[in-house]
């Protein structure tokens, strides 16, 4: 009998982008590459930490605050692009299903990809309102070119889960 996931798995599987089962060697490599990007993303600001020190005693503190908050953002940058080149190498990405399951997955991710792409153009315009209403640039051409952008977001998220798709062969 096979066990149920958990969130964690299922939340850890979404940001390697592992689709399918999560077999031991999976979860080996995967906890690897997770060693490997916290030491880079410690270290990395560690030292960020410390020249913004420097920055503190010789400059203004916004100059510290600004400095750190943006190594910040780059390690994080960073961090997940490595995540991300790791497991395209180890081939973590790739979705292994039989020559039979190939339309349904097909389907399937096409599926995914649009869901993906209807929540980014909805969430494109929530956040556009947002930002731009309350200094009067809100217009309404806005509804139409955040949901075109979440229909072409939607294509090529499903493209990329189409080109993950990778057919088993049989050894019989």
Same mark, same amino acid.
């Given at each position: 009998?096979? /066990? ?9 599987? @979404? ?13 080996? !490599?995967?906890?690897?590459? %997770?060693?490997?990007? @916290?030491? +880079?993303?410690?270290? %990395?600001?560690? !030292? ?8 503190? #005693? ?9 400095? $750190?908050? %943006? ?7 960073? !961090? ?16 292994? !299903? ?6 349904? /997955? ?9 869901? #993906?792409? /209807?929540?980014?153009? +909805? $969430?494109? $315009? +929530? ?9 009067? #640039? ?20 499903? $493209?990329? /889960? ?11």
């Amino acid at each position: 009998m096979e /066990a149920k996931e958990t969130r964690f798995e299922k939340y850890m599987k @979404f940001w390697y982008g592992i689709s399918g089962p999560l077999d031991e060697q999976k979860r080996q !490599v995967m906890n690897q590459i %997770g060693n490997r990007a @916290f030491f +880079i993303f410690f270290l %990395g600001m560690d !030292v960020a930490f410390l020249i913004s020190l420097v920055l503190f #005693s010789m400059y203004k503190a916004d100059v510290a605050y600004l400095f $750190l908050s %943006g190594s910040f953002f780059v390690m994080l940058m960073a !961090v997940n692009l490595y995540i991300m080149q790791q497991s395209r190498k180890a081939r973590l990405t790739d979705n292994e !299903v039989e020559k039979d399951e190939l339309p349904e /997955a097909k389907k399937a991710a096409w599926t995914k990809g649009m869901i #993906s792409g /209807a929540i980014f153009g +909805i $969430l494109m $315009l +929530i956040l556009e309102f947002l930002t731009s209403y309350s200094d009067g #640039s809100w217009t309404w051409i806005m509804i139409p070119t955040c949901l075109i952008s979440g229909v072409f977001f939607g294509i090529f998220m499903s $493209l990329i /889960a189409v080109h993950r798709i990778k057919v088993v062969k049989d050894e019989d």
